[in-house]
């Protein structure tokens, strides 16, 4: 299997030693950049499988990375940041991003992290139900491929997660632990900004794209219902 290829983004030298050296004892390839306009040109010229960024760097700053690489490419962002303030990670989360670690961290965890959203990055086994039809939606799930009135949609890949699962249980109520466990992993069952972010994100791409936004209902204090 070729190695998966992780870009590490930030202007400290010992942070981006100390996560360059830690992947690369894992088996991954590790590019790295010291600012915002390097990152943008070395995503673009060899595609990384997932971008570790942080958020206050010269030139371009990673909230300007975050929005411009989701101009194009679905690659899985964690934001690695000492900014820890709830506003700062929703912000990002708004802006494309998977996941949030504030610095510091354990080197343990960041690993987790990453490793968490190259599984959710892997396309779904031969197994599941090749498509699911609901109304003017169509998930090819053999595919990834999203329809809506026929026309395909970008999703980003946690986006995708969450619509499928829910597409998957059109009528039942999913909890927001439920929710949270599928698109991001077990550990997360508290992140609840995390969630209402993405709903409202899905929410207002399948309503730009002629789908009736309430398929996705809220369920106060407990969850959403598709359907």
């Given at each position: ?26 088996g991954y390839a590790v590019l790295i950049a010291r600012d915002g ?75 987790a992290r990453i490793e968490s959203l190259l599984r959710r990055a ?54 927001h632990q439920s929710l949270l466990s599928h698109a991001w992993g ?42």
């Open positions: 299997m070729p190695k998966k290829t992780i870009l590490v983004v930030d202007d400290e030298l010992k942070m981006i030693k100390l996560i360059g050296t830690n992947l690369k004892t894992r306009k390097e990152a943008l040109e070395k995503a673009e010229t060899a595609p990384p499988d997932l971008v570790v960024l942080d958020l206050l760097m010269p030139e371009l700053d990673g909230r300007d990375v975050c929005r411009s690489l989701r101009e194009w490419t679905d690659v899985p962002i964690l934001i690695v940041s000492a900014l820890c303030q709830v506003r700062d990670k929703v912000a990002c989360l708004e802006l494309g991003a998977d996941d949030y670690l504030t610095k510091p961290f354990a080197i343990e965890e960041l690993m892997k396309k779904p086994q031969r197994n599941e139900l090749p498509c699911i039809n609901i109304g003017n939606i169509e998930i090819n799930l053999s595919q990834r491929i999203v329809k809506i009135c026929n026309r395909p949609v970008n999703f980003t890949a946690t986006e995708y997660r969450l619509l499928q699962i829910m597409a998957q249980n059109t009528g039942k109520v999913l909890t077990p550990q997360y069952r508290q992140e609840s900004e995390y969630l209402r972010v993405y709903i409202s994100r899905i929410r207002k791409k399948l309503a730009s794209c002629g789908a009736n936004e309430n398929y996705i209902k809220t369920i106060p204090g407990i969850g959403y219902q598709f359907g």
